[in-house]
C-alpha cells in the first residue's frame, strides 16, 4: 500500500467526538454543535459521533439519533459525520445502520462486537450484513483491548473486499498486525490509526491517518505531523509526536472522555465535565495533572 498525497476519504485527522452533556446527565445538543464546529476549525477533517469517546453505552438508541442529526445540521458539508452505530447485536447494528443514513450520516464506524466475543466467521457475517444494510461507508474499528475478539488480519482482509467496507480503525495490541493488513489488503482500503501514540508509527508503514481523541485539543498539531511526515520531513514530525505524548498520558490518565472532558472544561470550549455512570469525572488529583499537561504543552496561558 503506497503513500499517497491525495486526501483520503475521511481526511488525515477524524476526531472521536465527546458526547456533552448537562449537569443532570441530558444530552446537550447545542454544546455537541458548538463542540463539532469548534474541532473543524482546529484541525478535525471528519468526526466520529456516538463512538465510545462519546460514551455510546450509555447513550439511548433515541439519542444516537438525536445525535447524528445536530452534528451534521450543523457541520453541514464541513467535514464527514461518521455514525458510531456498533453493538454486540447484529439487528440492532443493521436498524442503527439504516436510521444514521436516514439523519444524513456521511459513513459508519463499526465496533467489533463486544462481550459475546463471536467466532471470526461470525465477525465476518456481522460486517458483511450491517455493509449490505445501507450503501454507506463503512469504517470498521478494531479494538481488541475493550471487546475481547481481535479482527484478525485475514478477517479484515476479507471483508475489505466488500466494495463499501472502505477502512479500518485499528487500535492493535501487537503492531504486527498492521502490518498483515498493508501487506495484503486492497490498495484503496484506508487504515487509520486508533490510538494516538501509534500515529507515527503507523504512517510509517501504510497508514493515512487518526482517529483521534487528543485531536480535542491538539487537532492542528495532528495535521501539522502528519503533512510533516507525507512531505519527507521526518524531523519535524517526530518531534512533534515526541512533544504530544505526556498530553496523550495525561488525555488517558482515568477512562476516557473524562480526561478529554475535564481538558475542554479548563481549555473552557466546554461549560461542562459530566459523564454517565458508571464513568465518572475526573478526581482532583488527575485533573491537576491534566491542567499541568496542558500548561506545559502551551495551550494555557501562565
Known amino acids: 500500500m503506497s503513500e499517497t498525497q ?17 449537569a443532570d446527565g441530558s444530552l446537550d445538543l447545542p454544546g455537541a454543535e458548538r ?34 442529526r445536530a452534528v451534521k445540521n450543523a457541520v453541514g458539508g464541513r467535514a464527514k459525520v461518521i455514525a458510531g452505530v456498533g453493538s454486540f447485536n447484529t439487528q440492532e447494528t443493521v436498524t442503527l445502520s439504516r ?9 459508519l464506524l463499526v465496533v467489533a462486537p463486544y462481550y459475546n466475543k463471536p467466532s471470526q466467521e461470525g465477525l465476518y457475517r456481522h460486517f458483511e450484513a450491517v455493509a449490505a444494510a445501507t450503501p454507506l461507508p463503512v469504517m470498521l474499528y478494531n479494538i481488541p483491548g475493550r471487546t475481547s475478539v481481535n479482527i484478525e488480519p485475514a478477517t479484515i482482509i476479507r471483508l475489505a473486499e466488500i466494495e463499501n467496507i472502505v477502512a479500518i480503525k485499528e487500535s492493535p495490541q501487537q503492531f504486527d498486525q498492521v502490518n498483515q493488513i498493508v501487506q495484503n489488503a486492497p490498495d484503496d482500503f484506508l487504515i487509520y490509526s486508533g490510538d494516538d501514540p501509534l500515529t507515527l508509527p503507523m504512517l510509517a508503514v501504510g497508514a493515512v491517518g487518526v482517529v483521534s481523541v487528543t485531536a480535542h485539543v491538539i487537532g492542528r498539531d495532528l495535521q501539522k505531523m502528519i503533512s510533516a511526515y ?31 472532558k475535564a481538558a475542554l472544561s479548563i481549555l ?3 461549560s461542562g465535565e459530566t459523564v454517565r455512570l458508571p464513568l465518572v469525572e475526573a478526581p482532583d488529583r488527575e485533573r491537576a ?5 496542558l500548561k506545559e504543552y502551551g495551550l494555557l496561558r501562565a
Open 99 to 107: 436510521e444514521a443514513e436516514e439523519c444524513g450520516a456521511d459513513a
Open 6 to 22: 491525495i486526501t483520503p476519504m475521511f481526511g488525515r485527522v477524524a476526531t472521536a467526538m465527546i458526547t456533552p452533556f448537562h
Open 35 to 68: 463542540l463539532a464546529n469548534h474541532l473543524i476549525d482546529n484541525g478535525t477533517d471528519s468526526l466520529v459521533v456516538a463512538g465510545t469517546t462519546g460514551e455510546s453505552p450509555t447513550l439511548t438508541h433515541s439519542e444516537k439519533l438525536e445525535l447524528f
Open 230 to 260: 507525507l512531505q519527507g520531513d521526518w524531523s519535524t514530525a517526530q518531534r512533534i509526536h515526541k512533544s504530544t505524548l505526556a498530553l496523550t498520558r495525561a488525555l488517558f490518565c482515568v477512562p476516557n472522555p473524562a480526561p478529554t
Open 268 to 270: 473552557g470550549v466546554t
Open 289 to 293: 495533572l491534566i491542567h499541568a499537561a
